[in-house]
């Protein structure tokens, strides 16, 4: 006898046996005499084919339970059993992250190839812009672009009439003159077309040399440096050839204290 609650008056055996009589032979009798009715779909057995009726093959042996049913339950104690399984190797961790840090690595070194350079201030030539020891960014491009503007501080390659035997570092100046501007020099300030250069660069602008006037011919820049007493620039070595021009210096960097665009 098994444990437990009941409800309702007992019924004997037998007489359950006849009013319910075994699912076979229900079966055998309904297909002899071929009125087999198809019951309601009871969604919570299972899979169900045609009108409502469990199909006996989608039934898991010993569990009772549609086999679907049956396979996800026995899926998800497995991977209970064993959570591991779920987790990746350690080995393949290590793989990833030396990937990742690898095409960091891979892709600034062709950011700084192919847009951007640092440079070291070495002179007082570009006082009070840029000092001693002023770090700056330069933009590659725009040597390439080639639309430069007045007021535009470029790097570029040491002119034949600078180098020395032991110095052939790039210079960095400010365009002051344009492809077909006229640039002069008098009364200590610089006049491009015959009109005063405005200079909104400076707090207080610089006397100048005189020199000029001076046609800027195609595909070439006049440049200055800022501290006008201290600079070797165009007044020394001429026009200066776009093509020897490194990029355009947009960003001081350091010190952090002095950090402003150029």
Known sequence: MVEGLTYGAAVPSSATDAAHPAPADALRSALAAD????????????????????DPTDVAAGTGMPRPAAEAAAGAASVARHPRALR????????????LIAGALLVA????????????????????????????????LSSRLGNYERGDVVVFARP???????????????????????????????????RLLA????EVVPLTSDFGPMT?????????????GNSQDSRVFGFLDQSAVRGEAFLRWWPISRFAGL
């Open 35 to 54: 009125t087999l009715s198809a019951p309601a779909a009871d969604t919570a057995s299972g899979p169900v084919h045609g009108a409502g009726l469990v």
């Open 88 to 99: 990746k190797p350690f080995s393949l961790d290590v793989l990833e992250w030396i990937g």
């Open 109 to 140: 070194l062709v950011v700084k190839a192919m847009l951007f350079q640092a440079y070291v201030i070495p002179s007082r030539s570009m006082e009070p812009t840029l000092r001693i020891g002023n770090r700056v960014l330069v933009f590659k």
């Open 160 to 194: 034949d009439a600078l180098k020395g035997a032991d110095d052939d570092s790039d210079l960095i100046k400010r365009v002051i003159g344009l492809p077909g501007d006229v640039v002069d020099g008098r009364k200590g300030r610089v006049y491009v077309n015959g």
């Open 199 to 202: 200079e909104p660069w400076f």
């Open 216 to 228: 800027v011919p195609d595909g070439a820049l006049w440049v200055m440096g800022d501290n006008r």
